[in-house]
C-alpha cells in the first residue's frame, strides 16, 4: 500500500513539472495539421544537437523551430505564419491541472497587418472553454508574443529590400 501511494505521489510531481519538449511531443496532429509528429521530433532532436531545426512541411514549404525553452517554443510555420507555445504555471489549480499551454498563431498577410489567435489547453491537450485566471504577468507575456510576431515580421520585410 505505501508503495501504490509512493508511485501515485511520484506520477502526480511528474505531471506538474510537465517541461514543453514534453508537451510538443504529445501534441495531436489535428492541432498542426501540416507537421507530422516526426517532424516536431526532429525539431527537437535538432535543436538538442546544435543544428538548425528546420524540416519540409506537409505543404511542401519548410518550417523552422527557432525557440525552445522548458517553458515556451517558436516555429516559424511559413513565410506569413508563427507559432509560439507557452506551457504557464496556474495561479489556483483547476481541476487538479496547474499548468495551461497558451497557443498564438499570428498570421500575417504583408508588413503592415498581422493577426494573432489565442487557443489555451490542458497539458495533454484538452481545449479549454474559457480563458483560465492568469497574472498580469502571464497576460503581458501573451501580449508580448502576440505583437513581436507582427513587428518581427516588419523587419524582416524591410531588411530583404
Known amino acids: 500500500m505505501a ?3 509512493w508511485l501515485l505521489a511520484l506520477s502526480s510531481a511528474s505531471a506538474q513539472d510537465m517541461k514543453m519538449r514534453d508537451v ?5 496532429d489535428s ?3 501540416y507537421l507530422t509528429h516526426n517532424n516536431r521530433l526532429d525539431f527537437i532532436d535538432f535543436l538538442d544537437s546544435n543544428m538548425k ?3 519540409k512541411n506537409l505543404l511542401g514549404g519548410t518550417s523552422e523551430m ?5 517553458d515556451s517554443l517558436s516555429i516559424r510555420m511559413s513565410e506569413t505564419s508563427k507559432l509560439d507555445l507557452l506551457l504557464l504555471p496556474l495561479q489556483q489549480p483547476v481541476d487538479s491541472m496547474t499548468q495551461v499551454v497558451v497557443m498564438i498563431e499570428t498570421f500575417v ?6 493577426e494573432s489567435q489565442i487557443r489555451y489547453y490542458s497539458p495533454q491537450w484538452l481545449p479549454l472553454q474559457h480563458q483560465p485566471m492568469l497574472s498580469e504577468e502571464q497576460g503581458k507575456r501573451i501580449n508580448e508574443h502576440t505583437l513581436q510576431n507582427i513587428l518581427k515580421r516588419d523587419d524582416e520585410v524591410l531588411n530583404k529590400r
Open 3 to 5: 508503495f501504490s501511494f
Open 24 to 28: 510538443f511531443r504529445q501534441m495531436p
Open 31 to 33: 492541432l498542426m495539421p
Open 53 to 55: 531545426a528546420e524540416v
Open 66 to 70: 527557432t525557440s525552445l525553452a522548458d
Open 109 to 114: 498577410v504583408d508588413s503592415i497587418y498581422g
